[in-house]
């Protein structure tokens, strides 16, 4: 049980470059969230999927597109990099209740 | 929409000292109310958490307490140890609602 796995770690990106994050969970969660961490911002919402084939904007969704696709895994899509995309990058999941399990984390940098 | 205010952003305490960190929200239909730490390099793990229809919770050197008419809940933790020394994030969300949403964190510095 691995639980909540985000692809890749780290990855650097020149303005203007597309990228998909991945998020895999093996807990059976209906509910998967992606989340940037800046300094001083706490963990923001950037876009959330309540059920296979189904998303929602969060509170940052500008320059980001998901899909869910598969009940396991939620991507996040970036189709044209900008610096102020630089960030930690985390996926969550969780079921019914509200404790959410988070994934290790993506750092991203975008020169 | 919903907001939620943490206080402060950082605090450093000596081991061994209680430190506390003040959280405010804006929706009144909030009721649960969790609390995050996460360590260096490390993702946010659920450490304690508090529902509306509770004044106050403790497991071991945490506590958490709600007070829904101010709409502020606080974390409390005794006796510091360096091993506490880390980032804590305060959230709220809705029951039935989809969404949690993340106070700013307040780092916390235990010196031994």
Redesign the interface.
Known sequence: NAGVTQTPKFRVLKTGQSMTLLCAQDMNHEYMYWYRQDPGMGLRLIHYSVGEGTTAKGEVPDGYNVSRLKKQNFLLGLESAAPSQTSVYFCASRLTGEKLFFGSGTQLSVL | ?ENVE?HP?TLSVQEGDSAVIKCTYSDSASN?F?W?KQELG?????II?IRSNVGEKKDQRIAVTLNKTAKHFSLHITETQPEDSAVY?CAA?KGGG????????TRLFVKA
């Open positions: 929409g943490q952003s649960y969790p995050y490390k993702r946010p793990q659920l958490d994030f969300s989809f969404k949690t949403i993340f106070g700013a964190g």
